[in-house]
C-alpha cells in the first residue's frame, strides 16, 4: 500500500496506529500540538512530520482528547477537502452532535472507536500491535459516503483489527457497560485502599490486583471519557447501584442479631454471584471466538532468575497451547505460583509433563 494517511494526535493510540500502518506500507505523517510528541512518534517509526509531507492525505485519523476531538475533526475537513476524516475518541455521540451542530460536511466523516489501550498513557508507551486481533468499532452516519467507510475500515483492518458497524448510540451504550463502567468500579475498589494499613495491604492477592487493574489509569483522559458518555454511564451505575444495595441489605440481614432478619438474605447473595458467572461466561474468548472455558494447571516457580522462562519452555515442550497465563506471588515466599490455562483435554498431559520435568504442581 501505498495510502496516505495523516494522524492527528500521537499519544498512545495516534502512536501505535502509525507505526502499525507504517510498517504496511501506508505513508503516514504525523500533527500533534506537541512539537517533542510528534518528534518522539516519529523517532519511534510511526511516520513522517506532516510539516515535511507535500502531498495530501486521503485520510486524516484524528486521535485527539475526546473533548477536542470534534474541533480537530471539523479542522481537518476544513483543511483537507479531498480526504476522509475519522476519529477514535471512545464516545461517538459526542463527536457526531458537534459536527452536526456546525455543519460538517458528513459524508467525508465517519466516527470510529479501536477497542485497544493501556493503562499508560503517550507516544512513549505506543505498540505496533497494540490493535492486533482487537475489535474496531466504525460508526459512520447516515450521510456517510461508502468510500469513506470502506477506506476507514481499510486501515483497521491494516492496523490487525476485526471490524464492526455500529451507529453512535449504540456504540456508547455499549461501551458504557463493557469498557467505561469496569474503569469506575476498578477506581472505586482501589479507592478503598488508600486508608489500608500496610499489614492488611500485604496480603493482596491476584484478586485484588485483578479488579483493580485498570484503576492506574490516566485521570485527566478518564475524566473526559466518563463526561462525554454521561448519560449512558449514570443509566449503568444506577443500575449497579440498586445491585449493590440489595446485596449490602442482605449482608446486613446475615449480620444481624434479630431472629429471622436473615431471611431470603442467602437468596440475594448466591443469585449475584450465579448471574455473575453467567455474564463472564458470555465474554468472547481468544480473537473474537465463541467463550471457551479452559482449565488451569497451577506450578510452584522459584523467584529467581530464568525460572519463569524454564517453565514456559517445559510447556511449549509438551506441545500445549497456552491459552493464558496469571502469575501470583506467595506472601513473604521466594516462589510464585503460575497458573497455565490450557483447553481442559490438554490439562492432565501438561500436568504430567511439567511433573517429568521437576516442577511441583498444585492439584
Not at 78 to 83: G, V, W
Not at 119 to 126: C, D, I, L, N
Not at 280 to 291: E, L, N, T
Not at 314 to 320: K, L
Amino acid at each position: 500500500m501505498s495510502r496516505r494517511v495523516q494522524i492527528r494526535g500521537t499519544g498512545l493510540i495516534g502512536t501505535s496506529l502509525g507505526i502499525a500502518l507504517t510498517r504496511n506500507g501506508y505513508a503516514v505523517s504525523l500533527a500533534d500540538p506537541s512539537p517533542t510528541a510528534e518528534r518522539l512518534a516519529r523517532d519511534l517509526g510511526a511516520g513522517a512530520l506532516a510539516q515535511d509531507v507535500t502531498d495530501p492525505p486521503e485520510l486524516v485519523v484524528v486521535a485527539a482528547p475526546p473533548d477536542v476531538a470534534a474541533g480537530v475533526v471539523a479542522q481537518a475537513l476544513a483543511e483537507c477537502p479531498d480526504a476522509v476524516v475519522t476519529d477514535v475518541a471512545s464516545v461517538k455521540g459526542a463527536v457526531l452532535d458537534a459536527l452536526i451542530a456546525v455543519g460538517a460536511p458528513l459524508d467525508r466523516y465517519v466516527g470510529s472507536h479501536p477497542m485497544a489501550g493501556r493503562e499508560r498513557s503517550g507516544a512513549a508507551h505506543a505498540r505496533g500491535d497494540l490493535f492486533e486481533g482487537r475489535a474496531w468499532v466504525v460508526s459512520p452516519s447516515s450521510a456517510s459516503s461508502a468510500h469513506a467507510i470502506t477506506l476507514v475500515e481499510e486501515i483497521a483492518h491494516a492496523a490487525g483489527s476485526v471490524t464492526s458497524r455500529m451507529d453512535a448510540a449504540s456504540h456508547d451504550d455499549a461501551v458504557a457497560t463493557i469498557s467505561h463502567l469496569p474503569q469506575v468500579a476498578a477506581s472505586i475498589v482501589a479507592a478503598q485502599l488508600r486508608n489500608l494499613d500496610d499489614h492488611a495491604l500485604a496480603l493482596a492477592g491476584q484478586g485484588v490486583r485483578d479488579v483493580t487493574r485498570v484503576a492506574a489509569s490516566d485521570p485527566r483522559l478518564w475524566t473526559q471519557i466518563l463526561a462525554g458518555n454521561a448519560g449512558a454511564v449514570a443509566k449503568v451505575l444506577h443500575s449497579v447501584i440498586a445491585d449493590l444495595g440489595e446485596v449490602a441489605a442482605a449482608l446486613e440481614g446475615l449480620s444481624a442479631p434479630e431472629p429471622g432478619a436473615d431471611i431470603g438474605s442467602l437468596e440475594v447473595v448466591s443469585r449475584t454471584i450465579t448471574h455473575g458467572n453467567a455474564g463472564h461466561a458470555r465474554i468472547p474468548g481468544k480473537h473474537g471466538a465463541a467463550p471457551t472455558a479452559y482449565e488451569s494447571v497451577t506450578a510452584l516457580v522459584p523467584d529467581t532468575p530464568g525460572e519463569l522462562a524454564r517453565l514456559l519452555a517445559d510447556v511449549g515442550a509438551a506441545e500445549v497451547n497456552l491459552e493464558d497465563l496469571r502469575l501470583d506471588h506467595g506472601l513473604g515466599q521466594p516462589f510464585g505460583l503460575a497458573e497455565i490455562l490450557v483447553v481442559p483435554a490438554a490439562a492432565e498431559r501438561l500436568r504430567d509433563a511439567l511433573r517429568l520435568q521437576g516442577w511441583r504442581v498444585l492439584e
